[in-house]
Nanobody, 120 residues
Framework: QVQVAESGGGLVQPGGSLRLSCTGSGAIFSISAMGWYRQGPGKQRELVATKPSGGATKYGDSVKGRFTISRDNAKNTVYLQMNSLKPEDTANYYC??????????????WGQGTQVTVSS
């Protein structure tokens, strides 16, 4: 079984920064992509950023130029550096990972989410 777990959320003032981390564990053979999504109050879940192993990084329009996604493949970890945070960035942030488990079965897993609140 494969799992991912997020950390790093919290309360920050507008204009501030936070860094989220997400680490995969379990019988991982390879990871094809890791990414971040978010769901704000009364809103649908939306893409924040994804970083495939062999493709282009993609960002949601509302975070371009402010957020940066990166991966440490040796640690099965993805990071999200969030700068110039705005109140509208307040949401529960979810990590997603896709790839192959040991035994060549595909996986597509989500974390429990980490809350980010931007408020003065």
């Amino acid at each position: 079984q494969v799992q991912v777990a997020e950390s790093g959320g919290g309360l920050v003032q507008p204009g501030g920064s936070l860094r989220l981390s997400c680490t995969g564990s379990g019988a991982i053979f390879s990871i094809s992509a890791m990414g971040w999504y978010r769901q704000g109050p009364g809103k649908q879940r939306e893409l924040v950023a994804t970083k495939p192993s062999g493709g282009a990084t993609k960002y949601g329009d509302s975070v371009k130029g402010r957020f940066t996604i990166s991966r440490d493949n040796a640690k099965n970890t993805v990071y999200l550096q969030m700068n110039s945070l705005k109140p509208e960035d307040t949401a529960n942030y979810y990590c997603n990972a896709r790839g192959l488990r040991v035994g060549w079965h595909e996986f597509d897993v989500w974390g429990q989410g980490t809350q980010v609140t931007v408020s003065s």
